[in-house]
């Protein structure tokens, strides 16, 4: 499975942005994607998952701003950011799981969010 990000630049506090994670492969075998996100100094943090049967989950710090949705008719995962703040800066990373891993086996390259105040 590949995945290929983008959407990713630079917006002002209060701004908007929707990142795109193209999947390519044998994406049939995937069971679940999820947006992570990394900034300089600090640990990954997990932002959100969507799963088969189109359920989705949203970490807490990101409710009511975010979104995550997939169309599977482009075999794309998207990550709608609303509401941006200077600590949503990071490195965001797309991820798929396969059934029966213990972890997201596949990455793609990431693509940078920065939030100026």
């Known amino acids: 499975v590949q995945l290929v990000e983008s959407g990713g630049g630079l917006v002002q506090a209060g701004g908007s942005l929707r990142l795109s994670c193209v999947a390519s492969?044998?994406?049939?075998?995937?069971?679940?994607m999820g947006w992570f996100r990394q900034a300089p100094g600090k640990e990954r943090e997990e932002v959100a998952v969507?799963?088969?049967?189109?359920?989705?989950w949203i970490a807490r710090s990101m409710k009511g701003r975010f979104t995550i949705s997939r169309d599977n008719a482009v075999n794309t995962l998207y990550l709608q950011m609303n509401s941006l703040r200077p600590e949503d800066t990071a490195m965001y990373y797309c991820?798929?799981?396969?059934?029966?891993?213990?972890?997201?086996?596949?990455w793609g390259q990431g693509t940078q969010v920065t939030v100026s105040s």
């Open positions: 969507w799963t088969d049967g189109d359920r989705t």
């Open positions: 991820a798929a799981h396969r059934p029966g891993m213990d972890s997201y086996e596949y």
């Open positions: 492969g044998d994406i049939f075998s995937v069971n679940a």
